[in-house]
């Protein structure tokens, strides 16, 4: 078995706990302007910012640091169309045939219906793939774990990455999504978990009224 190696935490900023808690409370203010948008307007955005925001995602923890991720961003027009035409043939499916009552209920306050023109008028499409496994250099599969649970932490800090660049997102899933298996040309052992939608907001973007839980409601300490 291999030997794991080691090195120092050299990269390790330590704050002063006036300085600590000054920026806690900045991050958490400027991450609480975050918004989901469906508006977006077509303007370019550089390529460069993109790679950033997808390079700080690759930075997420992972199980067994697998990484089990895939980013394809699409900003070509052709394809993004593809993307809209397949999405919204699987949306009109969930909102006729397979939603329930009580899931329609829910969606209800925000606005949403089978129609998703932002996926065109986006600059860009950010489709991310989980892969429950890789190909070794021997052609046999290499098992990952914690799969979801590594995505979604990449994700998450994704979308946090392009709200502090300046850009509004929107996370869609269209159920079931093999379509970007196809339409994107992945390989077949990665699984589309959902597309991150990104770009200015449009200049009458609205967003739903919510609230959010407080802090009470969603932490306890112990």
Not at 119 to 141: K, N
Not at 200 to 205: E, R
Request: net charge neutral; glycine share 4%.
């Amino acid at each position: 078995m291999e030997q794991p190696l080691f090195t120092s935490l050299a990269d390790y900023q330590e704050y002063p706990a006036d300085e600590m808690t000054a920026r806690a409370a900045e991050f958490n203010a400027e991450i609480r302007r975050r918004r989901s948008v469906r508006s977006f307007s077509s303007r370019a955005i550089p390529r460069t910012v993109i790679e950033q925001c997808i390079a700080a995602a690759g930075a997420a923890p992972s199980g067994a640091n697998q990484q089990p991720w895939h980013f394809a961003v699409v900003s070509d027009p052709a394809t993004k169309r593809k993307i809209r035409l397949a999405a919204e043939a699987e949306e009109r499916e969930f909102y006729t045939r397979r939603a329930t009552t009580e899931w329609l209920k829910a969606l209800a306050p925000l606005g949403t219906d089978a129609n998703k023109p932002f996926l065109e008028t986006a600059p860009y499409l950010i489709a991310v793939f989980a892969q429950p496994f890789s190909i070794g250099p021997d052609g046999g599969r290499v098992k990952h774990y914690y799969v979801a649970e590594s995505v979604g932490i990449a994700v998450g800090i994704l979308i946090t990455a392009l709200h502090h660049a300046g850009l509004a997102t929107l996370t869609h899933t269209p159920s079931p999504m093999a379509f970007l298996t196809r339409i994107l040309n992945r390989p077949a052992h990665e699984r589309p978990y959902l597309l991150v939608v990104t770009g200015y907001p449009a200049d009458d973007a609205q967003t739903p009224v919510i609230a959010r839980k407080s802090l009470e409601e969603i932490a306890s300490f112990i």
